[in-house]
């Protein structure tokens, strides 16, 4: 005789499983189209203040880094880094995505020989060579940056900082900087004698050490959170039994 209540623990386990199998993929497909908040939501806060005035603060959002140096050369950098290297061809997402950094030859316009390791760009180039910086706004509001070369800010030749230039790189856009773009002297390598750069954490940063740092522009206008759309929806609707609000 068929026992029903033999049957059920085996009918729960298998329910239990399947239900948690469900909304493990629902969040992860969820948080696939999950948009960048910039936490401007006055309820929101951001290493500990308002979100909205986090948005002012003088701390950049993201400092992408790139070391160069003479091709070979870049290979005692790898190995004193002890990472394995990622080859980039042009643009490279460079920290949480907020933009992309890339490096090009003025004379011929190719992209340079690039590594992403050690979460920083290891570029190749050879001393007196002319190189154009790429980047790319990959967010829906306007960055502010500063970039730091061999320890000189670029619109100023003063000593770098991460202080707010005048920079400014709008939504889901691309600027080439090179000579034609920025009042001093045409980028050009250097010779590099160390493998210093790579660990250098100061805004100033030395010969050999390229720094871009970024923030939400102080005039970038707050976006209002939106409802998830049904379309984000999990399988059979067991998630949200709401429509939660998500950020852009």
């Known amino acids: 005789m068929f026992n029903l209540h033999a049957t059920m623990p085996l009918f729960s386990d298998r329910y239990a499983a ?17 948009r960048p908040a910039w936490q401007q939501d006055s309820n929101l806060t951001y ?8 948005q002012h603060a003088d701390t950049p959002h993201l400092v992408a880094r790139a070391c160069y ?6 290979s005692q950098f790898i190995t004193r880094l002890n990472d ?13 995505g907020t933009l992309a950094l890339g490096f ?21 180039g050879q001393p007196g060579q002319a190189y154009s910086i790429h980047l790319q706004n990959k967010t829906p509001l306007p960055l502010d940056l500063a970039i730091g070369i061999d320890g000189k800010d670029i619109t100023t030749g003063q000593e770098a900082n991460w202080r707010r230039s005048t920079l400014r790189l709008e939504a ?9 773009y920025v009042p001093v002297a045409p980028f050009l390598f250097r010779v590099v004698q160390s493998d210093y750069a790579l660990f250098d954490t100061r805004p100033k940063g030395s010969i050999g050490l390229i720094q871009v740092a970024a923030w939400l522009s102080r005039t970038a206008p707050s976006l209002p959170s939106e409802k998830i759309r049904r379309s984000q929806f999990p399988p059979l609707n ?11």
């Open 18 to 34: 399947l239900l948690s199998i469900t909304l493990l993929t629902s969040c992860a497909a969820l948080s696939g189209h999950l």
């Open 47 to 54: 290493q500990g203040q308002p979100a909205a005035e986090a």
């Open 69 to 74: 140096a003479e091709p070979q050369r870049i």
């Open 84 to 96: 394995v290297p990622d080859a980039v061809r042009g643009l490279c997402s460079m920290g949480d």
């Open 104 to 124: 090009s030859d003025v004379t011929t316009g190719r992209w340079l020989d690039a590594r992403l390791c050690g979460g920083q760009l290891l570029v190749g």
């Open 172 to 180: 889901k856009q691309t600027i080439i900087l090179n000579h034609s």
């Open 238 to 248: 067991l998630l949200p039994v709401e429509s939660p609000e998500q950020y852009r």
